[in-house]
């Protein structure tokens, strides 16, 4: 009861959450100079006739209130420039999928070095292996993703012909995917080896030593199981950044996900993709919060949900 009771809650907070998102891109949104239709071949008359069409010669507060009224039912409107005509909720829905297939992929390489890495970096301390991680981390940290996906090009399809420069080649996805797994892989290493260090020296560990426990099971079953609540508080904005594609990776790599589109749309002013993205993207980004609140109460019994 008291788990739902907190979901209820945290849903309630979500839809306020959202209504706020909404109210501040759309407003802020109307304050970009210009219009949509600023880089159509077509007359001023024609142009009029355009923003007349939509909606745009509206006040903005009037314009506001019929996006809130129609967003209620469903409908994010249309594409003004991307795909003209088409419903923002398919084209939301088509990219995603391609987003999600490269981003799943790449979370779950992320996850599984991060974690690896990061828990031998704990437990060799101070070591060579230790010492290697921890550079290799701070490198794929430091790097912006723009670098790395230019190395992977260079390297893997210029250089080494080992992987196509075309996403919808066989193979396409690699690079995309490596792009999008290196710095949340590192940043989970960094952050899975600090966890390690400070749960390795507790008590209950010395108790389960003194048990006579294997110090795999000490390690892998007691340790690293209560090491994962920082880990899981990363994962939440971490899956939703991911699974939408990564803007960068996806612009680099011509894939047509939900990323590129939303670089694209805000350089074009497509104002209706603009809130249809963010909406979803924020959307996602509360879901998955919610989602490692619970995993919290999974992992660590001792948590009380408020």
């Known amino acids: 009861m008291q788990t739902l009771r907190y979901i209820i809650k945290r849903v ?5 959450s959202l209504f706020v998102i909404v109210t501040l ?10 219009d ?12 009029a006739i355009l923003i007349a069409k939509y909606g745009l010669d509206k006040p903005v507060h009037i314009q506001y209130l019929r996006y809130l009224e129609n967003l209620l039912k469903g409908d994010m409107g249309t594409s003004y420039v991307l795909q003209k005509g088409r419903a923002v909720s398919d084209i939301i829905r088509e990219s995603f999928s391609v987003s999600m297939q490269i981003g799943l992929k790449a979370l779950g390489l992320a996850i599984l070095v991060g974690l690896v890495l990061g828990c031998i970096a704990g437990l060799r301390k101070d070591k060579i292996a230790d010492n ?15 670098v790395i996906a230019s190395i992977l090009l260079i390297v893997l399809a210029v250089n080494l012909n080992l992987l196509p420069i075309s996403y919808k080649k066989s193979g396409g996805w690699v690079m995309p995917m490596i792009t999008l797994a290196m710095y949340p892989a590192c940043y989970l290493a960094r952050l899975t080896r600090a966890s390690i260090l400070e749960v390795m020296n507790q008590d209950y560990l010395r108790t389960e030593r003194a048990k006579g426990m294997s110090e795999f099971v000490v390690v892998f079953i007691h340790a690293l199981k209560n090491s994962l609540i920082p880990v899981i508080t990363y994962l939440a904005p971490l899956t939703a950044h991911i699974l939408t594609g990564g803007f960068v990776a996806e612009s680099v790599f011509n894939v047509p996900g ?12 497509d104002y209706t993709m603009i809130m249809g993205i963010t909406i979803f993207y924020s959307a996602l980004i509360i879901v998955m919060n919610l989602i490692c609140d619970i995993l919290y109460k999974i992992v660590d019994p001792r948590i009380k949900f408020d």
Do not use: H
């Not at 891109?25 to 210009?34: A, D, R």
């Not at 290697?132 to 723009?146: A, D, K, L, N």
């Not at 939900?258 to 002013?269: A, D, E």
């Open 12 to 16: 309630l907070l979500a839809a306020v």
């Open 25 to 34: 891109t759309f407003f802020l949104m109307n304050l970009m100079p210009g």
């Open 36 to 47: 949509p239709f600023m880089s159509e071949k077509a007359t001023e008359e024609n142009r």
């Open 132 to 146: 290697i991680i921890r550079v290799f981390s701070s490198i794929g940290i430091s790097m912006p993703s723009y």
């Open 258 to 269: 939900l990323g590129r589109y939303f670089v694209s749309c805000i350089s074009s002013r």
